[in-house]
């Protein structure tokens, strides 16, 4: 089992609609939680940075973690055609910066 | 522009050749990092490195290797002894206990 899980997808879904984006993990050690939005052929680029659990809203994307239930998502609201990309969730237990585990990425498709 | 620049963009090996990637960053960042990417799989690290002159192995650094002269500058050698090289390469850097940032890769093939 991947300490890491997340649904490759991909995901479709009509322009407009909020999308829900998740990973579960194994490690309970894991408190700092990153999302990253990767383009193709591009690298990653970091969307929401979240330390321990709650929620953190920015613009139309929310961030939240539920350490009880080791799961985290992304949510995104009004969902625009530009969102179409895959969404890496990244963590770590030590550092924000360091010895991060990444999930396979979920591929999101947003049709006009 | 603060960034962090990939180069070059595509790349080719032969068999039995060393290349070399590039990776500079003006972002002032003390630690920087090597990944690399297969086709829906996540990242995986090869090396980072948190201070100059100091690095340390990732979870794939066999055939791989590394310097770090600079604070700018961490370069990757894709070795022959790679035997399976053809990756998308991604190099990131972030400053102490923040998230780290991307450059834009560089994708390796062989001929």
């Keep these: ?112 | 522009d603060g960034g962090i620049t990939q180069s070059p963009k595509y790349l080719f090996r032969k068999e039995g050749q060393n290349v070399t990637l590039s990776c500079e960053q003006n972002l002032n960042h003390d630690a920087m990092y090597w990944y690399r990417q297969d086709p829906g799989q996540g990242l995986r690290l090869i090396y980072y490195s948190q201070i100059v002159n100091d690095f340390q192995k990732g979870d794939i650094a066999e055939g791989y290797s590394v310097s770090r002269e600079k604070k700018e500058s961490f370069p990757l050698t894709v070795t022959s002894a790679q035997k399976n090289p053809t990756a998308f390469y991604l190099c990131a850097s972030s400053p102490n206990n923040q998230p780290q940032h991307f450059g834009d890769g560089t994708r390796l093939s062989i001929l």
């Design chain 1, 1 to 112: 089992q991947k300490e890491v899980e997340q649904d490759p997808g991909p995901l479709s879904v009509p322009e407009g609609a909020i999308v829900s984006l998740n990973c579960t993990y194994s490690n309970s050690a894991f408190q700092y939680f990153m999302w990253y939005r990767q383009y193709s052929r591009k690298g990653p680029e970091l969307l929401m940075y979240t330390y321990s659990s709650g929620n953190k809203e920015d613009g139309r994307f929310t961030a939240q973690v539920d350490k009880s239930s080791k799961y985290i998502s992304l949510f995104i609201r009004d969902s625009q055609p530009s969102d179409s990309a895959t969404y890496l969730c990244a963590m770590s237990a030590y550092n924000a910066g360091n010895m991060l585990t990444f999930g396979g990425g979920t591929r999101l498709m947003v049709k006009p």
